[in-house]
């Protein structure tokens, strides 16, 4: 997307760099900004492997909702699900269940924007502009509340999101708050930033995106801590691992990883 050929009635912060905006460019996609690109390129340049990354967490993501659906899940409710690109969520699961309903959210107005035009007038599939913060009031959403039955099981999906929140702000007691959401049978699907494979280039990682005026602070956390965000939630084989290791379907296995990915259900 080149910035000035961008208009929109509410302010997008388009000089700020945000996360799927950034995702969406190391995803090969079009719709970023200046400072997005910015960003981009200097996290590759500490980290080369953070595209294959987030490729990897993409991978996972449809292994995983895959899996969820053919257990039995008709509703899902990806939370933090950045920009459009191939093979969302509701593809996924409706493919394996063409009665699926998917709900979308994110706090970036871009992401509502685009969503909506992707998805058209489905009547099986929206998008919310929330934060992952308010567990509560996107369960209460009119339109969350159209499409999710609140007492039948639930897959929840945080891929890559929790990182964004700082321990200030209780990240174990925010995902507690949405396993009490939902009943017993429901699933968390869930993957978060780590250093584990590299912690000093991690510390690198940081100090850019830190240096990065209005960028939203990353926080790296290791697999047992990951692991504490299942606390409520029975963690399925084979655990929490490398995201591309989550039953994989080739053998290859990245060099260095970034991401400590798992699925868990109640």
Known sequence: ????????????KTHVPHAARVYDYW???????????????????????????????????????RFVAEAGIRQFLDIGSGLPTAENTHEVAQAVAPEARVVYVDNDPIVLVHSRALLGDSGSVTVVQADVREPEAIFA???????????RPLGVLILGMLHFVVDEEDPYGLVARFRDLVV?????????LTGDAD???AKEFVEVVDRSPGAAK?????????????????VLEPGVVPVDRWRPETPEAMETFWLWAGVGRK
Do not use: T
Not at 141 to 151: F, G, H, M, S
């Open 184 to 192: 017993p049978g429901s699933y968390l699907i869930l993957s978060h």
């Open 218 to 234: 990353a926080k790296f956390r290791g697999r047992d801590q990951v692991g504490r965000f299942f606390d409520g939630f029975s």
């Open 199 to 201: 912690p000093a280039r």
């Open 1 to 12: 997307m080149e910035d000035e050929e961008w208009a929109s009635p509410c302010d997008l």
């Open 141 to 151: 959403d009119p339109e969350v509340r159209e499409l999710v039955d609140v007492d």
């Open 27 to 65: 995803l090969g996609g079009k719709n970023n900004f200046s400072a997005d690109r910015e960003l981009a390129e200097k996290i590759l340049a500490v980290v080369p492997e953070a595209r294959q990354s987030v490729r990897a967490n993409r991978a996972f993501l449809k292994r995983a909702v």
